[in-house]
């Protein structure tokens, strides 16, 4: 039986590349402050290809934090703290311009419907999933909204989506962990929870399908999955 749902964000609810993107471009640019060379050791320290706005398999922008990005930005930024440009970073993120992977609200309303919880698990900061969510109108069609910073640690560990199973009273091998990296299947996995692989993130499904019970092509395929199971 499957009674609630936990998605990612990035990758998984919006279309990384379409989303991502444009706010790479924006962060490299404000810390660049015109300095075209440092850019370029910017874009090159996190996985961003400039002239195409494509990432590298291994960005840490596509399922890290921002602590983890920050890491690999320090060495190109003299004069910055750690703690400065996560916070940075954080504010950059939290007024990015996100592109649905499908239509949000009619997919949320169509799985409330069915008695589903519903929840975010994302490793950027909890105001940033708590904006973008609102900024499509389905976040008040969430259960729990969970970020890297709400106290329960970053995927691939198991904190928030066990935080969320504990939050809805359900059983986690009754939820479905959706995501689009390797680091939501482990956490899934880690958790006890069944997981499915959407590719509107970079990985592929090769990449994907040995950690997840199915592979889809994005969220709105989930209700006849789940239709299918009940």
């Not at 989303?19 to 790479?24: K, M, N």
């Not at 009273?169 to 069944?194: K, N, Y």
Request: hydrophobic share 50%; net charge negative.
């Amino acid at each position: 039986m499957i009674d609630a749902v936990v998605f990612d964000k990035d990758g998984t609810l919006f279309d990384f590349r379409k989303s991502w993107s444009g706010y790479v471009r924006r962060v490299i640019a404000d810390l660049a402050a015109g300095a075209p060379q440092r850019e370029t050791g910017l874009a090159r320290a996190i996985g961003f290809d400039l002239a195409s706005g494509d990432f590298a398999a291994d960005s840490p922008v596509i399922a890290g934090t921002a602590g983890d990005i920050a890491d690999d930005l320090l060495a190109h930024l003299p004069g910055w703290t750690h703690s400065a440009l996560t916070d940075r970073l954080n504010a950059l993120s939290t007024g990015a311009e996100m592109t649905e992977s499908v239509p949000l609200v009619p997919l949320m309303t169509a799985l409330r419907a069915r008695g589903l919880r519903l929840g975010l698990a994302t490793n950027d900061v909890e105001a940033a999933g708590r904006a973008h969510l609102a900024a499509v109108g389905v976040d008040g069609l969430f259960d729990a909204i969970l970020g890297a910073d709400s106290g329960h640690g970053a995927k691939p560990g198991p904190g928030m989506l066990l935080a969320f199973a504990r939050a809805v009273g359900i059983a986690p091998a009754r939820i479905v962990m959706v995501g689009d990296s390797r680091h939501d299947l482990i956490a899934g996995r880690e958790a006890g929870m069944q997981t499915i692989a959407v590719l509107t993130g970079i990985a592929t499904a090769d990449a994907l399908s040995p950690l997840a019970d199915a592979v889809l092509r994005d969220v709105g395929e989930l209700p006849r999955w789940i239709d299918a199971r009940r």
